[in-house]
């Protein structure tokens, strides 16, 4: 906390300075600011140099369209994960080198560094790219032209990219935070942590809860309020049910986490005392907020990867889903169960026996409903003709390390064994055992299963399977030999050790680690070659994988309005009983003109006022902080001051639309699923009775 | 007759009989505010749970929250703030029932000028405690003591903050569907408040004075 002066560089910079710029002081953050600024300018460049702000701005960044959003949201997650691999690398090379010796970072940069990968990989890589598949996807499911509210939408896409500018900010200017994803007090507070650190962790991840909150309350209405004629909720797609439940834990847990970050702000910012080691502050308090929103965030991460397996196991196993009614019970079971286990996140902070055995049967009943999903998903693919292409294959992985993981986590919560092994490197293991093959690898399953919806053309398949090899094999070397090393009582979160007998196990980990980079970069080289051969992988007609819910009965990518009529449904898997009954391309006996969102880069302004104001919160800098401000609520009201906000497309342009696509699907045979991987694979599949 | 009546799936939007389409239209509108109103609560609820804690554990030598609590002044305040409740559902009414603008208007002014009242009966109250000495700064409870009666006293703000814009909308816009939702969805939040308040009076003010 600056003691206030008068002086004219605190009123107008606060208490940024020069030396907060680089040159850093290691060469290794030097290089990383570097590259944020010329990753930055290239991006500037290509786009100047292409000639391309104009649509850049009018087509995608001021778009209120959902599938353009959601785009946007798996962009943003790709940028962040490919960030916190890398330092995933660094940290692994520390450890391991750092056994007797300094290794190749300080103590403070690999501080640094565990708070960054966390903190990124679950609000700005998870939940972005989560986010984003929802958006694209579950109006689609749901036979609806948008959701209950864009221009909510879109605020929350640039409050959280508002968020992932900070953090991405904080690379080059300044430090950030050393306390780690969670960010306890004490530790955290201003008498242990001055500067500002903490508080670009703050400010940042509010960015993120406030977007978070609005967009779960969006998918909410959106799935109770526009499901097309005859979808009812137990006709959804287990994806969108999954939605609905991510939904719901959104809307209830993330004011946990405003709540604990402001309560901490004030204690920074004000002298308060809420956690304060005197005056009556209380840690416990942060912990219980902190994981009271930080349990049910698990369960936001992991239930929608629960609805891409469903997803992608029925498809490629050419199925009905096995038990949909018992994997919807064990959504709504997981969800509510997730409220009531997040003590098992401190069963060692001092409560009696009585309440961590509570805490601890509560959590593995967990088990139970996660179990039933396994089961569900393997007899999904008894006797069906699976094939095993890219998407599959992350599931069969899937299947296999989250079973581990999961048992590992029916360890840890019984309290005995957690006091053994709490803050090792076997609690690390565990939740990467989690969400690596849960959360990760359902979000790239989708990636690559949904890619030809948006663009139109398939993903490279062997590159898809190098990838998968490279991320599989990557997971399973980078994480088993975190289980012996916790065993072995090496603690988490340590830059140094003096303990050789960690080695082996550490340099292997390492070797895992270059893997999964290697992985990444395959997946960057799937991108590429799919883009540059996009004429032999097109499959515009809309059902490259013999789909079964309603996103499938559109071309690819959807026009704006997503259906030229209003689907109507009868059943499960709608777009199957279509097919089946020789129906799904069908003309519509009339068409409607349709109304639009108009785009509007008010959202933009109001992301770009919230990184001003969380910038200036930062760093002190007061009228940055209130420009900020009002600029955000100031977009609001001028908002609800604008009338003409929707556009007709008339019937005849829907008509046109729609019956261009219909003739090209009548122009083209059928493939079956031998000739999936084909070029021949244009996107219409052929029926099998 | 602007809100006339029909099937009431929501109070205050039975407009099904007459315009089913703007019905159709606003319903999402208002079950969304529903639920962020929800949210909100859980807000409140976290802030309430972190007052209990601290108004036990948090004291640290300073004043408890007997002496914090000023009743007479809290009592004031309630009947304010639920006058202005009233006020609003007057206003609701007028809304309603019928297409009386000025008397909308004049409800809703009123309902603003209770709200000023409160927030001013409030500042008072944080005033005089400072002035004693005992600013947040001095024990976790007091810490908590002004973080949750501030967070309320900002809702409050923020919901005349609303009000004000929306006097600028009546006059700019006239009554239009999306301006009859927008006082719609205010008066839920104002109500919210109301009960939101109730429970601080409860826990805070009532609980304070007996321990």
């Known amino acids: ?689 | 007759m602007r809100f006339a009546s029909g099937t009431d799936r929501h109070p205050g939007l039975n407009i099904h009989g007459r315009d089913p389409d703007a019905h159709r239209a606003a319903e999402p509108v208002i079950f969304g505010f529903w639920i962020f109103l929800m949210s909100d609560l859980v807000l409140f609820a976290l802030l309430m749970a972190t007052y209990a804690s601290m108004s036990l554990h948090g004291i640290a030598g300073g004043p408890t929250p007997r002496q914090a609590g000023d009743l007479a002044s809290a009592g004031v305040e309630t009947a304010l703030l639920l006058a202005s409740s009233f006020t609003f559902s007057l206003t609701s009414l007028a809304l309603k029932y019928r297409d009386d603008r000025r008397a909308l208007v004049g409800w809703m002014a009123l309902t603003g000028l209770l709200g000023l009242g409160f927030l001013g009966c409030e500042a008072k109250d944080f005033a005089s405690l400072i002035g004693k000495g005992w600013a947040p700064e001095l024990s976790g409870f007091l810490s908590a003591h002004f973080t949750l009666l501030g967070t309320h006293f900002l809702h409050v703000a923020c919901g005349l903050a609303w009000m004000a814009v929306m006097f600028v909308q009546i006059a700019v816009r006239g009554l239009d569907q999306a301006v009859a939702t927008r006082i719609m969805r205010l008066a839920l939040f104002w109500h919210l408040l109301d009960v939101v308040w109730i429970g601080i009076v409860t826990l805070v003010f009532l609980q304070g004075s007996l321990s």
């Open chain 1, 1 to 689: 906390m600056p003691t206030f002066t008068q002086d004219w560089t605190y009123w107008l910079f606060g208490l940024l300075r020069w030396s907060d710029f680089p040159p850093k002081a290691d060469g290794i953050a030097t290089f990383a600011a570097s590259l944020v600024v010329l990753g930055a300018l290239a991006v500037v460049g290509l786009v100047t140099r292409s000639g391309r702000w104009r649509w850049l701005w009018r087509e995608w960044l001021t778009s209120l369209d959902h599938k353009k959003i959601g785009v946007m949201y798996i962009v943003l997650a790709f940028v962040m994960l490919s960030r916190a691999v890398i330092e995933a690398i660094l940290m692994r090379t520390q450890q391991a080198s750092a056994i007797g010796q300094a290794g190749v970072v300080s103590a403070d940069h690999f501080a640094q560094l565990f708070t960054t990968h966390g903190s990124i990989m679950i609000f700005f890589m998870a939940m972005p790219f989560l986010t984003g598949l929802i958006n694209y996807v579950m109006p689609l499911q749901i036979g609806a032209r948008d959701l209950s509210f864009p221009f909510l939408n879109a605020v929350g896409l640039w409050l959280t990219a508002a968020g992932a500018a900070l953090m991405m900010a904080s690379l080059v200017v300044g430090k950030f935070s050393t306390g780690g994803w969670s960010g306890y007090p004490p530790y955290t507070e201003l008498g242990f942590s001055p500067g500002e650190g903490v508080d670009y962790w703050i400010w940042a991840v509010s960015l993120s809860s406030i977007g978070s909150t609005v967009t779960g309350l969006n998918f909410a209405v959106t799935i109770y309020k526009k499901r097309c004629p005859g979808m009812d909720l137990l006709r959804m797609p287990l994806f969108c049910w999954t939605a609905l439940c991510t939904s719901i834990l959104m809307i209830f847990a993330m004011p946990a986490l405003t709540v604990a970050t402001a309560l901490l702000a004030l204690d920074r910012y004000l002298g308060f005392h809420f956690f304060t080691n005197g005056a009556g502050g209380d840690v416990m308090n942060y912990a219980n907020l902190f994981w009271i929103f930080g349990h049910p965030e698990v369960y936001i991460l992991i239930l929608p990867a629960f609805g891409v397996w469903s997803e992608v196991i029925s498809t490629f196993s050419g199925k009905h889903l096995y038990g949909y009614i018992s994997l919807v019970g064990a959504t709504m079971a997981i969800a509510v169960l997730s409220f009531t286990v997040w003590l098992h996140h401190f069963f060692t902070m001092g409560q009696e026996a009585n309440v961590n055995a509570a805490f601890g049967i509560a959590t593995m009943l967990i088990g139970i409903p996660t179990g039933v999903k396994v089961y569900d998903w393997i007899l999904t693919m008894v006797r069906g003709r699976i094939r095993f292409i890219a998407p599959m294959l992350f599931a069969i992985t899937f299947l296999l390390c989250f079973v581990i993981g999961g048992l590992s986590g029916v360890m840890l919560a019984d309290p005995a064994i957690d006091f053994a092994v709490h803050n090792t490197l076997f609690l690390v293991a565990h939740f990467h055992n989690m969400l690596i093959p849960g959360t990760l690898f359902g979000m790239l399953a989708a990636y690559m299963l949904w890619f030809p919806k948006a663009f139109g053309f398939r993903l490279d398949e062997i590159w898809g399977r190098i990838a998968w090899a490279l991320w599989s094999a990557g997971f399973l070397v980078a994480f088993m030999p975190l289980y012996p090393l916790g065993l072995m009582a090496m603690m988490r979160r340590t830059a140094q050790t003096t303990r050789a007998e960690y080695a082996p196990w550490l340099w292997t980990a390492e070797v895992g680690a270059v893997l999964i980079g290697l992985g990444l970069a395959a997946l960057f080289v799937q991108l590429w070659v799919s883009v540059r051969n996009r004429a032999r992988l097109a499959a515009p007609l809309g059902d490259p994988w013999d789909g079964h819910s309603l996103e499938w009965a559109t071309p690819s990518p959807p026009p704006e309005w997503n259906f030229a009529v209003p689907p109507e449904v009868s059943g499960r898997d709608a777009f199957t009983a279509l097919k089946a009954q020789g129906i799904a391309y069908r003309e519509p006996e009339r068409y409607e003109a349709i109304s639009l969102p108009r785009g509007t880069g008010i959202p933009v302004v109001i992301g770009g006022a919230g990184f001003v104001c969380a910038f200036g919160l930062t760093w002190h800098i007061w009228w940055a902080a209130l420009a900020g401000l009002f600029a955000m609520w100031g977009g609001v009201v001028w908002r609800s001051f604008q009338t003409d906000l929707e556009r007709t497309v008339e019937a005849g342009e829907v008509a046109a639309t729609h019956r261009h696509w219909l003739s090209r699907v009548h122009a083209v045979t059928p493939v079956g699923r031998d000739a999936e991987t084909s070029a021949d694979n244009r996107g219409l599949a052929e029926h099998e009775a």
